[in-house]
Nanobody
Framework: QVQLVESGGGLVQAGGSLRLSCTTS????????MGWFRRAPGKEREFVAS????????SLADSVKGRSTISRDNAKNTVYLQVNRLKPEDTAVYYC???????????WGQGTQVTVSS
């Protein structure tokens, strides 16, 4: 079956950095666009970043633009999200997702908690 497993979350001080990873299995990774989403306490899930199947194009939410990078390694079936200059408002559960058709997210991971202390 398809699995998406996030890792790399944790507790970090404001201004710090984290690199989240999402390793997949059970799907042809190179055919899927990948995305990162987050859900903060008491808020709706929101889009953070996405990358096309080839890795040629990326998209970032305004909230993380300029301090984040999404990348992928198709040989490792893994997508990454690097977030720098973390802010307390980045505190959330971060989820990765896979889409065979752009923006139609077929599969989701269980999430990894990121907590940014001020």
């Amino acid at each position: 079956q398809v699995q998406l497993v996030e890792s790399g979350g944790g507790l970090v001080q404001a201004g710090g950095s984290l690199r989240l990873s999402c390793t997949t299995s059970g799907l042809t990774f190179s055919m899927y666009a990948m995305g990162w989403f987050r859900r903060a306490p008491g808020k709706e899930r929101e889009f953070v970043a996405s990358i096309t199947a080839s890795g040629s194009r990326t998209s970032l939410a305004d909230s993380v633009k300029g301090r984040s990078t999404i990348s992928r390694d198709n040989a490792k079936n893994t997508v990454y999200l690097q977030v720098n200059r973390l802010k307390p408002e980045d505190t959330a559960v971060y989820y990765c997702a896979a889409a065979l058709i752009p923006s139609k997210w077929n599969y989701w991971g269980q999430g990894t908690q990121v907590t940014v202390s001020s």
